[in-house]
T-cell receptor
Framework: EAGVVQSPRYKIIEKKQPVAFWCNPI?????LYWYRQNLGQGPELLIR????????DSQLPKDRFSAERLKGVDSTLKIQPAELGDSAVYLC??????????????FGPGTRLTVL | SQQGEEDPQALSIQEGENATMNCSYK?????LQWYRQNSGRGLVHLIL?????REKHSGRLRVTLDTSKKSSSLLITASRAADTASYFC??????????FGTGTSLTVIP
């Protein structure tokens, strides 16, 4: 079974440029997460989707970040314009939500963004 | 803001020794999980312990949870070079909300 797929793996851009990350979750997983991980830190949740609906985006900097999950499958996270402080690894994870059970998250390899 | 904090930040041991890392958190939880992250890779789920459990084992891993102290520990016995990675605790408050700690960087010297 294929795991969570993310692309690109690496991205280097100039500040003020736009950038987009793509995530394909594990087939059948209805919950999708985007995290940002700064160097030496743990992942911080940016947004969580249950199917097509964004149910937790309280940590998403909405002035420059946007995300979508069309048809409840693939997802795209966009930054426009990028700032120096956005340099980080952006992780996508997915899980199969079931009632009254713990839902293990499966992580992709991440996209390492460098803003110059 | 992140929920948990791991201690120590970095740990270096010889192969075959045991490694213990701790996680402290601030608010009540439903469950606590431990993840491993190898350099440049995504996180891999290791083990989950629920708030009504005190100890759990999985292979060479042993996790304890003390909800009165709001802390958990992860013990890796008979460590191997392949255990070299960063280890994170993540606290769950129910549903699909998880908060990751700052991580412990473990180095196992062959």
């Amino acid at each position: 079974e294929a795991g969570v797929v993310q692309s690109p793996r690496y991205k280097i851009i100039e500040k003020k440029q736009p950038v987009a990350f793509w995530c394909n979750p594990i087939s059948g997983h209805n919950t999708l997460y985007w995290y940002r991980q700064n160097l030496g830190q743990g992942p911080e949740l940016l947004i969580r989707y249950e199917n097509e609906e964004a149910v937790d985006d309280s940590q998403l900097p909405k002035d420059r970040f946007s995300a979508e999950r069309l048809k409840g499958v693939d997802s795209t996270l966009k930054i426009q314009p990028a700032e120096l402080g956005d340099s980080a690894v952006y992780l996508c994870a997915s899980s199969l939500t079931r009632r009254a059970t713990y839902n293990e998250q499966f992580f992709g390899p991440g996209t390492r963004l460098t803003v110059l | 803001s992140q929920q948990g904090e791991e201690d120590p930040q970095a740990l270096s041991i010889q192969e075959g020794e045991n490694a213990t890392m701790n996680c402290s958190y601030k608010t009540s939880i439903n469950n606590l999980q431990w993840y491993r992250q190898n350099s440049g890779r995504g996180l891999v789920h290791l083990i989950l312990i629920r708030s009504n459990e005190r100890e759990k084992h999985s292979g060479r891993l042993r996790v304890t949870l003390d909800t009165s102290k709001k802390s958990s520990s992860l013990l890796i016995t008979a460590s191997r070079a392949a255990d070299t990675a960063s280890y994170f605790c993540a606290t769950g408050k129910g549903g699909n909300q998880f908060y990751f700690g700052t991580g412990t960087s473990l180095t196992v010297i062959p």
